[in-house]
């Protein structure tokens, strides 16, 4: 916290990654610009910002800033020290996949062991080396499938933007190694999302772990599941009817989505850069109806299972307790306030 002196706050600034959200969603309605209004401040969205903005995506060092995102860049700025509150997580499985060639020898798991997998080099800092974390993350539960580690296999290092944007034009990157896996520079590649499963049918790219079809959730943690909802710890202190508010709209959204599955599919399009199929091949059929976010003992442990990952392989400066970053009561109020509008 940074003192007991209210800081001057006219803008409440958002950010998200392009991937089925509450919050998005709630934004492309216009609900979270009428909630800030109401309260005397405009919305302002990281990715229409200059890059000098932009990069507090990662860093989550600007006050008034709610993010709702990989939990990567989330847990490794907390871990640095960035005054943030963990306030909300949402699950939602997204096409996470090993691919190999299609012509590729390889038939299952078990014989990735000795194999050259593709690992994204380190990007300009931690909270920005999702690609990385995400890829090792995914091979790891993939090998695990098997009986392997990743002991049992090769890494191979394969380009990455250093300093990667959340801005239009940098989210339209979201695979990494298709070009290496083509040219046998590696063996096979970890991939998700719908611009992800677009891209492996268009070049001929096969299946040969699906990580959702695993039926253990924690087989399937990584930088999208759970998604953390953060906000900046000035914003909760001291004006904790925004973040309330927000969450509110979101909860209203959540509610809207799930029966509204082709709107949705819609505006999903347009953030991921994907036809229509690439999202419904990306997100099942009944993904809209589990978007509201909750605080569960389960999806608290999930991201607590995600977080000694990124501990282990060198992701956190330094590692922290989870039940300090836990604050509960702006969704337990904001729960509250929607149940009274159901019931009106």
């Known amino acids: 916290m940074s003192g007991t002196t209210e800081p001057a706050l006219d803008t409440l600034w958002y950010t998200r990654c392009p991937v089925p959200t509450a919050s998005g969603l709630a934004h492309s ?13 405009s919305l302002e969205v990281l990715q229409d910002a200059g890059p000098e903005i932009a990069v507090h995506h990662f860093d989550h060092l600007l006050p008034g800033l709610i993010r709702e995102g990989g939990n990567v860049p989330a847990i490794a700025a907390r871990a640095q020290g960035s005054p943030t509150r963990l306030i909300g997580l949402t699950w939602i499985d997204e096409a996470q996949a090993v691919l190999v060639a299609g012509d590729s020898p390889i038939a299952d798991a078990r014989e990735l062991a000795g194999r050259r997998i593709g690992i994204p080099a380190w990007a300009a800092d931690r909270p920005r080396s999702f690609p990385r974390a995400m890829a090792l993350h995914g091979f790891a539960a993939a090998l695990r ?69 695993t039926a253990k959730r924690g087989d399937r943690v990584n930088n999208g599941t759970p998604r953390p909802l953060t906000v900046h710890a000035d914003l909760l202190e001291h004006r904790p009817e925004l973040v309330v508010g927000f969450l509110a709209a979101s909860l209203r959204a959540a509610d809207w989505a799930a029966g509204h599955l082709d ?18 091949a990306a997100y099942g059929a009944d993904f809209h109806r589990g978007l509201h976010p909750d605080l569960s003992d389960e999806r608290v442990e999930l991201i607590g299972v995600q977080k000694q990952f990124l501990y282990t392989h060198g992701f956190l400066d330094a590692d922290f307790d989870l039940e300090s970053w836990v604050a509960g009561e702006p969704l337990a109020q904001a729960r509250a306030l929607v149940a009274g509008e159901r019931a009106a």
Do not use: C, Q
């Open 29 to 41: 309605l216009g609900w979270l610009a009428e909630d800030a209004t109401g309260h005397g401040l």
């Open 145 to 213: 499938t098997a009986g392997l580690t990743l002991a049992d296999v090769t890494a191979a290092e394969i380009g990455v933007n250093r300093n990667p944007e959340v801005r239009a034009e940098g989210a339209r990157r979201t695979t990494w190694g298709v070009a290496e896996l083509l040219a046998g520079e590696v063996d096979a590649i970890y991939v998700k999302g719908a611009r992800a499963a677009e891209v492996a049918r268009e070049k001929g790219l096969r299946v040969l772990v699906d990580l959702d079809a």
């Open 263 to 280: 709107e949705v599919r819609a505006v999903l399009a347009r953030e991921t850069f994907s036809g229509p199929e690439g999202v419904a």
